[in-house]
């Protein structure tokens, strides 16, 4: 059974219908609260254990000492050894490198990378695709 | 009439990714036709196996960006063979259901791009606005809307609550009545008849002699689907259909793809409703046990095999990937031979073509417009010359 | 003397309702086309300044001619396109009765807009890429499937009307608005030719992108691609001025700015029905093309003409 312009009420109904384009870069495209976007990462928390570093598929995560160091403790005063301060680690995160997988957040033990929901990280200057969290 | 030899590829409006079709016309009938492939690879194999099996598991997922979880869940069920890891019933309720809404958004991306090729733009734009909502259920399910990056050794490693379970019923519901729509939309519409009725014939012992594979063999009648033959994940825990169609044309294609969208919400549904309690992964030890194994998987396309060969460390020794649209190839050669030139596009659209999933393999041609296929000895003995002749000498070896 | 006599020409030919109308109401009518099909597919549509936009940068993008082509017939075929259209709109009523009639002069339009056609069959044909032979091949062909049936929709009103004339055809029409209903299946074949003329879906089939890129305008780029698409554009124009001329009583006996409006309003609503057919449907194949035109068109406006012969001598 052919029948020419089957569609015909549907494209009719459709002259009165909302569009289903989205404005999107004048309008704010929500995604979910799961989507997997730029790692952010917690200076406080990281262990140096580099976890991260050895799962990563992209290879796009960097551990390194921070330049400025807590100050060493000062020796306890009935003199036993002082309990050593928590070294503090900085993340280089290559955003052009990351195919966000979010691999490394799941294996952080201390939850130091966290998953966030930015995504518009496109940008015409190489350089700062290179984050370097502090 | 005078032949015409025109390229079809590798940049061509009907093609979204590069393979070369040299098409030796009469008029408006194609008189020859060859295959040329390589454009797009990419050396995936190869680079498997300098990554460890957690790694190439995203490695793999890029091996194509429609049916990614199809050869995410093929590689890693070999890995689990090998590792000998016992993975939840909810894990593998999960890759079913995501593995199905996979099936959904892929088969309405077909639906919208034979609607492209044969110029119905509004099935194109209909079709493609409906994959929002699967899309959007993907992107609930596993937190992206193509690179889902569910799937992790030994389980999945994002869980479903009922919240999302809701919004995924709700969802199925509204594609559930669009495509109810397109299977009258496909089979009355008078110019979608006239483009894909006994277009790109492929009779059913051709098909089987040629080794087709997916919709591109059940709209050929031949009853073939690893869901059914061979179940894995929970599949044989489900009731559904096996679709086929006898018009062996595009036209049954197009029948058998869309009724595979209604049999993929019924699963979906289902799946949903089973869903046992229970953890979603197990630990699995990143070094490997040595073995081979061989998996096979109902992709969108059609069959997906993978081949993985450990020798006990963390990394693979050999990662093979065998795509269905490679096995889909040579039936195409058969389907253009005799056609017409506008129904070109259609016929090669029909198999759902995945140029990155196939491009690993290479298909020599030469100048004249013939095609040579070389035989595994005079492929040998070739490269031996080739190479001769850049002045390295195997054969002393 | 002569520069009196030359003057109002040179404004119709160029102005009013020549070049610069026809080139602006084209542009309007190509975004009204294009919105409505957006709108259509549920999408939001380019915005009013698109597709003057587009032509202005075709304008200004470089030209290329291919080496192996003949160059001066690949750049003189665009204004011959151009100049064709422009001077089928003369014998048609825009806002009053047309500029320049004649008896006879409904032939003559339909010969003027054969030769946009023609001119794009010579540009592929000139331009040797595989493509552009293909399209142009594909125009030929499709010229002989659509030009009999709508040359036979046409005859139909003038027979009944008892004249070759335009502008008396519509006259007719306007004063025996009865009769129109008459003429919708001739006007079922002329807008479904029409279609075909101006090589829009379903008979897309000559620049269908997937099967053969851009047909025949394959190797064409900038200003002259930009004069071709613009005569398409004004190709749309016509086509709605001369169905609106000849099946729908052209201006309906009023003038001036009254009768533009109703020529505007008219053409709109042809414009629409156009888009329609284009939403509706998927391109067909060059055969299955020629088989509908010479099996289905032409036998019913050969009916129409039958009809219309019996009606004259009912009437009389």
């Known amino acids: 059974m052919q029948k020419p312009a089957r569609a015909l009420f549907e494209v009719l109904g459709h002259l009165f219908k909302k569009k289903a384009t989205s404005n999107y870069p004048f309008e704010k495209a929500v995604v979910d609260a799961r989507f997997r976007g730029r790692i952010a990462f917690e200076s406080d928390t990281c262990i140096g254990c580099k976890m991260c570093v050895r799962v990563c598929p ?21 003199g036993t050894a002082p309990v050593p301060v928590k070294k503090k680690f900085d993340c280089i995160m290559s955003l052009d490198r990351c195919i966000y997988c979010s691999q490394c957040v799941d294996v952080c ?26 | 009439m005078s032949k015409i030899t025109i390229p079809l ?81 909810r894990a593998k309720a999960i890759r079913t259901l995501v593995g199905e809404l996979e099936r959904v958004h892929s088969h309405l991306l077909w639906l919208g791009i034979a609607g492209y090729e044969m110029g119905f733009e509004t099935l194109f734009m209909y079709t493609w606005r409906d994959r929002e909502q699967v899309l959007d259920c993907l992107e609930l399910v596993s937190g992206n809307r193509v690179h889902y990056g569910i799937n992790t050794i030994g389980g999945v490693r994002r869980d479903i609550t009922p919240g999302q379970k809701a919004e995924i019923l709700k969802r199925v519901a509204i594609l559930e009545e669009r495509t109810k729509y397109y299977v009258k939309l496909g089979t009355e519409e008078a110019t ?82 089973y869903l046992p309690e229970g953890p979603i992964a197990v630990k699995v030890p990143a070094k490997i046990a040595p073995g081979e194994a061989v998996n096979r998987y109902e992709a969108p ?44 596009p259609m016929v090669i659209a029909a198999i759902d073509p995945c140029m990155s999933c196939t491009d690993r393999a290479m298909v020599y041609d030469n100048k004249a417009g013939k095609v040579r296929v070389y035989g595994w000895d005079e492929l040998r003995k070739y490269g031996i010359e080739h190479y001769k002749k850049r002045g390295v000498d195997f054969t002393k070896l | 003397m002569i520069i009196d006599s030359m003057l109002p020409a040179l404004v119709y030919i160029l102005i009013f309702p020549g070049f610069l109308f026809l080139a602006a109401y084209g542009l309007f009518l190509q975004w009204v086309d294009r919105k409505l099909g957006a709108v259509m597919q549920n999408r ?53 009765d047309a500029v320049y009639s004649f008896q006879g002069d409904l032939v003559v339009v339909i010969y003027l807009l054969t030769i946009p056609t023609v001119t794009f069959f010579l540009a592929g044909w000139s331009a040797v890429s595989p493509y552009a032979v293909i399209g142009s091949m594909r125009v030929l062909t499709q010229l002989f499937a659509y030009e009999v049936p709508m040359m036979l929709s046409l005859i139909g009103p003038a027979i009944l009307a008892g004249t070759w004339n335009i502008n008396e055809i519509a006259g007719f029409f306007a004063a025996h608005k009865a009769l129109m209903a008459a003429q919708i299946p001739a006007l079922f074949v002329a807008l479904i030719a ?19 890129v851009g047909g025949q305008f394959t190797e064409y780029s900038g200003r002259l691609l930009g004069f071709f698409y613009l005569a398409v554009d004004m190709e749309m124009v016509v086509g709605a001025a001369l169905v609106n001329a000849v099946f729908l009583g052209g201006t309906l006996g009023a003038s001036g700015a009254a009768g533009l409006a109703v020529f505007l309003a008219k053409t709109l609503a042809i414009v629409f029905l156009l888009t329609l057919v284009k939403v509706l449907m998927g391109r067909v194949r060059i055969d299955q093309m020629i088989r509908f035109c010479w099996q289905v068109l032409a036998p019913l406006s050969m009916a129409q003409i039958l009809f219309d012969i019996f009606l004259k001598f009912r009437l009389q």
Not at chain 2, 241 to 252: A, C, M, R, S, Y
Not at chain 2, 302 to 312: A, I
Not at chain 2, 321 to 340: E, H
Not at chain 3, 54 to 72: G, N, R, W
């Open chain 1, 58 to 78: 992209a290879k796009a995560i960097e551990i390194i000492l921070s330049a400025e160091q807590p100050p060493a403790p000062a020796p306890a005063a009935d």
């Open chain 2, 301 to 344: 396309r059609g069959e997906d095999f993978h081949y993985l060969k450990s020798n006990g460390t963390d990394k693979p020794e050999r990662v093979k990937v065998r795509a269905p649209t490679m096995a889909n190839y040579p039936s195409v050669s058969y389907m253009l031979d005799g056609g017409y030139l506008a129904d070109v």
């Open chain 3, 44 to 96: 939001v549509g380019p915005p009013w300044y698109q597709p003057a936009a587009d032509f202005i940068k075709l304008l200004a993008k470089e030209v290329i001619v291919p080496d192996a082509c003949d160059t001066v017939m690949f750049k003189v075929l665009p204004y011959f396109a151009l100049a064709a259209v422009v001077t089928a709109v003369l014998p048609l009523p825009v806002w009053t």
């Open chain 3, 194 to 212: 029409l279609q075909g003329k101006l090589e829009r879906v379903p008979f897309d089939i000559p620049h269908a992108k997937n099967e053969i």
């Open chain 1, 109 to 134: 033990p201390k939850k130091s990378l966290i998953s966030t929901q930015d995504f518009e990280l496109a940008h015409t200057d190489r350089k700062t695709l290179k984050r370097h969290y502090k």
């Open chain 2, 192 to 273: 979608v008849l006239a483009r894909t009725r006994n277009v790109g014939l492929l009779p059913h012992d051709v098909a089987l002699e040629r080794g087709a594979v997916g919709p591109t063999a059940r709209a050929s009648a031949v009853k073939r689907d690893v869901r059914k033959d061979e179940p894995y994940l929970i599949y044989d825990k489900l009731d559904f259909n096996l679709i086929t169609h006898n018009t062996n044309d595009v036209f049954g294609r197009l029948v058998v793809r869309v009724l595979e969208l209604v049999e993929s919400y019924k699963i979906i549904r289902q799946v949903l409703d």
């Open chain 2, 9 to 89: 590829g590798p940049q061509h409006p009907a093609l979204k990714e590069p393979v070369n079709f040299t098409l030796v016309l009469e008029g408006e009938q194609i008189s020859g036709s060859a295959v040329n492939l390589g454009y797009n690879h990419r050396g995936i194999e190869k680079a498997a196996e300098d990554r460890t099996f957690l790694q190439d598991i995203y490695l793999i997922e890029r091996v194509c960006g429609i049916c990614s979880h199809s050869h995410t869940t093929c590689y890693i069920t070999c890995v689990e063979e090998l590792a000998k890891a016992e993975v939840p019933e």
